[in-house]
C-alpha cells in the first residue's frame, strides 16, 4: 500500500517526505478504504504523488477527535497556550518556507513568485491571531442593582472546513488561524486537486506543539468527504470558500441536519473601475494584478474594468502592452508570473467561455488561447465590445480573461458595478479624493480597493456581499465566526 510519506524531488533539486495520509489525531493514517488518488502537477501534467482518500467513515473518526480534542483543556486554558502554538507555527512557516512555496508551485501550477506571497501572508495570518488570543472579550453590562449581567465569548466547537484550491496553503490559514485563536477544533477538507500543502502544514502544526485533534487535515472529494462534513451531527459550524453553486449545497446540508452555523466566501464578478483622474501607472499595475495574479484565479479578481472616456484609449493601449509582456511557463522560473491554471478541469472551462466570448460578438483585444501545448496555460486574455448581458460580463471565469468597458458617468458607472449577483470586491482608482469615498460608499461589496487591488492585510476583514458569501475572514470580525456569545444574568440578593 501507499507509504504514508513519500520522498518528492522539487525542481530546485531539494527533496522532501511529502504526507499522504489523512491527518487525525496528530498522526497521518491510511484512510479505512485505503484507497488513495493522484494529484497532477498543472505546470506538467504528470502525477506527483497519490494521497489517501477520506470518506464518511473517516471523516467521523476526524470528528471523533475533534471532539475529544474540544473537551479537553485546549478550549479552556489560558489562552496564552494557544498564543505559543500559534507563534511557534508562524516561525515554523518562515523556517518552512521555501519548501511550502515550492509544493504549493507544484500542485497548484502557480508561479513561485505568487506562492512565495502566499507563504508570507500565511505566516502573517497565523502571528496575527496569535496575538488575538488574549484580546478575546465579553463585557459586563449594567441593569441596576438588583442584577450583575456579563457576557463571555465561548468557542463554538468542533468545526468543518472546506477549502478551494486556489490558494490551498493560505486557505487552510484563514481557517485554522481562527479556530487556534479561540480555542475551537476543526476538521479540514482540501480540494482534491491540492491536497499538498496542507498536509504538510499539518505536520508543522503538529511540531509547533497543537495538541493531538485540534486540528485534523482530510484528502477528499466533494460529494464523498466534503458533504459529509457540511452535514455531519457533531459539527458546530462549517466554514466553506468555493464556488456559490457548491456554497448553496452546504448551507442546505448545514440547515438539514443540525442547522450548524454557516459562513461562506463564494464567488464574485469585481468591477475595478478607472477615472479620468486616475494616476496611469499605478492604475495599470492594479489591472494587472487584479485579473492576472495568481492566473485570475482568485474569488475576488477584478474582471470588469471599466474605464472613463476620457482616459480610454490610453488604458486599453497600456493595459494590452502590459498584459502581453507578463511572463508566462514555468512556475519555478524567478521571473515567470503566470504559472497554469490549476487542472484540465478550470482550463478547459475557461476555453470554453473564450469561444463564448467570442461568438457573443466581443473583441479580442490580446490573448484569447492557451499558451502552448503542454501544461495547463492561458494566454492573459481581454475582450473589448462587450455588452453587459454578454456572459464573460456575467460569470465568473476564474481565469486569466477581462472584460473592458467604457463609461461616462459616476453615476452610470456605479449602476454598472453594482449590476451583479455578486458583491466581493471592487477597485476605485483616482486621485479625487472625494470620488474614492463616494463611490466606495455606493458600491455593494464587501471590499474596495482605492488606488491598488488584490491587496490583503491579516488585520482588514475580507468577506462578501450578496451572493458573494456569508461572515467574514481576517481581522477582528474572523473571530466573531468562531465564538458565541453566552449572556450571564445574576439576581442579586437585596
Ligand atoms: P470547483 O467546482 O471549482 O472545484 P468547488 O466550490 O466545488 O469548486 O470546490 C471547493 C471545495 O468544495 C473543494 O474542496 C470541493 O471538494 C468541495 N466540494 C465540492 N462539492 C461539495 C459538496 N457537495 N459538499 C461539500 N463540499 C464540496
Known amino acids: 500500500s501507499l507509504p504514508l510519506f513519500v ?19 496528530n498522526e497521518f493514517v491510511q484512510s479505512k478504504s485505503k484507497k ?69 508551485a507544484l500542485d497548484n501550477g502557480k508561479s513561485l513568485m505568487c506562492s512565495k506571497g502566499d507563504v508570507a501572508l500565511t505566516a502573517a495570518y497565523f502571528r496575527s491571531c496569535a496575538g ?20 463571555r465569548r465561548e468557542p463554538i466547537g468542533v468545526c ?29 477538507k482540501t480540494a482534491e486537486s491540492t491536497p499538498l500543502s496542507a498536509l504538510y502544514l499539518a505536520s508543522l502544526i503538529k511540531e509547533a506543539g497543537a495538541p493531538p485533534g485540534v486540528v485534523n487535515v482530510v484528502s477528499g472529494f466533494g460529494p464523498t468527504a466534503g458533504a459529509p462534513i457540511s452535514s455531519h451531527p457533531k459539527i458546530k459550524k462549517v466554514a466553506f470558500t468555493g464556488s456559490t453553486a457548491t456554497g448553496r449545497h452546504i448551507m442546505k446540508a448545514a440547515a438539514e441536519s443540525n442547522l450548524k452555523k454557516v459562513t461562506l466566501e463564494l464567488g464574485g ?25 495568481n492566473t ?18 490610453k488604458i486599453v493601449s497600456e493595459f494590452k502592452n502590459a498584459a502581453e ?6 512556475p519555478f522560473k524567478e521571473d515567470t508570473f503566470m504559472g497554469a491554471q490549476t487542472s484540465q478541469l478550470q482550463l478547459d472551462k475557461i476555453l470554453k467561455y473564450i469561444d463564448i466570448g467570442k461568438k457573443e460578438g466581443a473583441t479580442v483585444i490580446t490573448g484569447g488561447e492557451r499558451f502552448g501545448n503542454k501544461g495547463y496555460f492561458i494566454k492573459p486574455t481581454i475582450f473589448g465590445d462587450v455588452k453587459e448581458d454578454h456572459q464573460i460580463v456575467r460569470d465568473e471565469i476564474f481565469g486569466p480573461v477581462v472584460t473592458i468597458t467604457k463609461f461616462k458617468t459616476v453615476e452610470e458607472v456605479i449602476a454598472l458595478a453594482n449590476d451583479s449577483e455578486y458583491g466581493l470586491a471592487a477597485g476605485v482608482h483616482t486621485t479625487n479624493l472625494s470620488t474614492a469615498i463616494s463611490v466606495s460608499n455606493k458600491i455593494n461589496s464587501g471590499t474596495i480597493w482605492v488606488n491598488t487591488y488584490n491587496d490583503f492585510h491579516p488585520m482588514v476583514p475580507f468577506g462578501g456581499y450578496s451572493q458573494s458569501g456569508i461572515g467574514r475572514e481576517m481581522g477582528e470580525e474572523a473571530l466573531d465566526n468562531y465564538t458565541q456569545v453566552k449572556a450571564v444574568r445574576i439576581g442579586l440578593s437585596q
Open 160 to 188: 468543518g472546513q472546506i477549502i478551494p484550491w486556489n490558494f490551498p496553503l493560505l486557505m487552510a490559514s484563514w481557517k485554522l488561524g481562527p479556530v487556534l485563536c479561540t480555542g475551537c477544533t476543526t476538521v479540514l
Open 296 to 313: 485570475g484565479e482568485v474569488c475576488c479578481a477584478g474582471s470588469r474594468i471599466y474605464v472613463q472616456e476620457g482616459i480610454y484609449d
Open 7 to 25: 520522498p518528492i524531488k522539487l525542481p530546485n533539486g531539494t527533496t522532501y517526505e511529502q504526507p499522504t495520509g489523512l491527518f487525525i489525531n
Open 132 to 151: 488575538w488570543t488574549d484580546k478575546i472579550k465579553g463585557s459586563v453590562i449594567e441593569t441596576g442593582d438588583t442584577h450583575f449581567n456579563y457576557t
Open 325 to 330: 509582456s507578463l511572463k508566462i511557463g514555468d
Open 269 to 293: 464578478k469585481s468591477p475595478n473601475i478607472v477615472f479620468d483622474d486616475a494616476d496611469v501607472k499605478s492604475t495599470i499595475q492594479h489591472l494587472v494584478t487584479g485579473i492576472f495574479y
Open 36 to 104: 488513495t488518488f493522484g494529484t497532477v502537477s498543472p505546470s506538467t501534467e504528470e502525477e506527483i504523488t497519490q494521497v489517501y482518500e477520506a470518506f464518511s467513515e473517516d471523516i467521523d473518526d476526524a470528528v471523533e477527535a475533534a471532539t475529544a480534542a474540544f473537551h479537553s483543556s485546549w478550549s479552556t486554558s489560558d489562552p496564552q497556550v494557544r498564543m505559543k502554538v500559534l507563534y511557534k507555527l508562524a516561525d515554523l512557516i518562515d523556517e518552512h518556507a521555501d519548501t511550502l512555496a515550492h509544493i504549493e
